[in-house]
């Protein structure tokens, strides 16, 4: 079963507006990954959360990671024509040795 | 430079073809992982391979055998092919087994089987 839900699923955006994508498990996570897709190319990591109530920001993008640790949020601040592509959110489910299980996708398109 | 590179970056093939994907990462990286991107654009792990050794396989049909000859190198053979292997392929790498740190990928491998 899906163990990562995203929404949107996808998004269109002015350029300009702000927006803001969520990631939810149901289960407790030990880290949250965001990543970004664009068409035709491989997945470039954006940010890594792993303490409950963490927020790092990169540029225009700040992401946050409740302090269960089960939800995060990505939040684009006066959205670019650059950042359009898909945002996946991937999940540490055990802090072990597993890979990264990953949500579904929220595809991005700003228009001018 | 190219951190992870696949070749080729696309491949189309027939059914019941035999292929390889190959992968290098040049990032010194214990760690290497191959993903599936399905047509709904879901992303799933296939394996994980640590040091040369396999140490993830997720119930992935034997059709496909992953074969690391050194850590920097994690490449994907894949027998009778199926129409339902038509997918993106991508390879990743990671500093250890810990997914404590980021997993960095390649462009991916378009795979379409006629």
């Known amino acids: 079963s899906q163990e990562l839900e995203q929404s949107p699923q996808s998004l269109i955006v002015q350029e300009g507006k702000n927006l803001t994508i969520n990631c939810t498990s149901s289960?407790?996570?030990?880290?949250l990954y965001w990543y970004k897709q664009k068409y035709g190319e491989g997945l470039i990591f954006l940010m890594m959360?792993?303490?409950?109530?963490e927020e790092k920001s990169h540029e225009k993008i700040t992401a946050k990671l409740d302090e269960k640790k089960q939800q995060s949020s990505l939040h684009i601040t006066a959205s670019q024509p650059s950042h359009a592509g898909t945002y996946l959110c991937?999940?540490?489910?055990?802090?072990?040795?597993?890979?990264?299980?990953f949500g579904k996708g929220t595809r991005l398109s700003v228009i001018a | 430079d190219t951190a992870v590179s696949q070749t080729p970056k696309y491949l189309v093939t027939q059914m019941g073809n035999d292929k390889s994907i190959k992968c290098e990462q040049n990032?010194?990286?214990?760690?290497m992982y191959w993903y599936k991107q399905d047509s709904k654009k879901f992303l799933k792990i296939m394996f994980s391979?640590?040091?040369?050794?396999?140490?993830i396989n997720e119930t992935v049909p034997n059709r496909f055998s992953p074969k690391s000859p050194d850590k920097a190198h994690l490449n994907l053979h894949i027998n009778s092919l199926e129409l339902g292997d038509s997918a993106v392929y991508f390879c990743?790498?990671?500093?250890?087994?810990?997914?404590?740190?980021?997993?960095?990928f390649g462009d991916g491998t378009r795979l379409s089987i006629l």
């Open positions: 990032l010194g990286h214990d760690t």
């Open positions: 959360l792993q303490k409950g109530g």
């Open positions: 289960k407790t996570l030990y880290g």
């Open positions: 391979y640590n040091n040369k050794e396999l140490i």
């Open positions: 991937g999940a540490d489910r055990s802090g072990g040795n597993t890979p990264l299980v």
């Open positions: 990743a790498s990671s500093q250890d087994r810990g997914s404590k740190q980021p997993q960095h």
